[in-house]
């Protein structure tokens, strides 16, 4: 059973950056794959980034260039960081995780989810 809570969102200014925390809970963080997906209003999930154990990134063709992940196994932390923002990034950030997710950028692919932080770009 893995615990997640999203922390970071706000509202920030076209161009600007905003970096987005997951922390989870359990002894065995290392083992799970971590990804974010956003939700704008009235459309899917979208896959952002994935991250596995040993750190290595995957990144969703929308954010690839934009945004960086990564994780912190000392702390059950994986980062987001988002730059260059714009209204198009406006939407709610989940993060997500799962021992082997099939595929790892489909949101079925995950078992556990964490609730979500809103992120707001101004024009």
């Known amino acids: 059973q893995v615990q997640l809570v999203e922390s970071g969102g706000g509202l920030v200014q076209t161009g600007g950056a905003l970096r987005l925390s997951c922390t989870a809970s359990?002894?065995?963080?290392?083992?799970?794959?971590i990804a974010w997906f956003r939700q704008g209003s009235g459309e899917g999930r979208e896959f952002v980034s994935g991250?596995?154990?040993?750190?290595?990134?995957t990144y969703g063709e929308s954010t690839k260039g934009q945004f960086a992940i990564s994780r912190d196994n000392a702390k059950n932390t994986v980062y987001l960081q988002m730059s260059n923002v714009e209204p198009e990034d406006t939407a709610v950030y989940y993060c997500?995780?799962?021992?082997?997710?099939?595929?790892?950028?489909?949101?079925?692919?995950?078992?556990?989810w964490g609730q979500g932080t809103q992120v707001t770009v101004s024009s």
């Open positions: 991250i596995k154990g040993d750190g290595s990134p």
């Open positions: 997500a995780a799962d021992l082997r997710p099939i595929p790892i950028n489909r949101h079925y692919g995950y078992a556990y």
């Open positions: 359990g002894r065995t963080f290392s083992d799970y794959y």
